[in-house]
């Protein structure tokens, strides 16, 4: 199963509907409890831009398409960086790792994702955690990105 049809699974409640051409540059809309998604991404876009639109669903509101007004570009950031977090968690990073995963391309095809998208999501994790942190018993730098397992000595 896709990662995809696995946000499709997990996030049911939500109304989402992937069959519409949108118009314009639109590749994603959320309004009134409904998510569209383009017809024509590919799978990787599919992803990313559903877990934008479910951030944007869970964490801003009205309408925020007047990109000239700050407060909406804020809203449209924090939804893109939250819809990271959900795509490409620290404990995916980790899994990743012990699967044997080193480089960006395989890291972009484990998450179902562009090479992009996991760059811009690094860049995210270490504005907001710096350049390494702990995560359950693992060290995550993020430049270069490494995963150490954390053993204590004593």
Do not use: W
Not at 12 to 26: H, S
Not at 102 to 111: C, I, S, V
């Amino acid at each position: 199963m896709s990662k995809y049809e696995k946000m499709l699974i997990t996030h049911e409640n939500i109304a989402i509907k992937d069959t519409f051409e949108l118009p314009g540059k639109f590749k994603g809309f959320y309004t009134d409890g409904v998510i569209l998604i383009d017809k024509y991404l590919s799978p990787k876009e599919k992803v990313e831009v559903l877990a934008e639109e479910i951030a944007h669903c869970k964490f801003t509101y009205g309408n925020i398409i007047d990109e000239s007004e700050m407060f909406n570009r804020k809203l449209e950031l924090k939804a893109k960086r939250m819809g990271a977090e959900m795509i490409i968690t620290l404990s995916g990073i980790i899994n990743a790792f012990e699967h044997g995963i080193y480089n960006l391309y395989e890291l972009a095809e484990y998450f179902e994702v562009s090479q992009h998208y996991v760059l811009n999501a690094i860049k995210h994790y270490k504005m907001k955690l710096g350049l390494s942190t702990c995560h359950d018993g693992y060290l995550i730098r993020f430049e270069p990105l490494q995963v150490f397992k954390y053993i204590d000595k004593e």
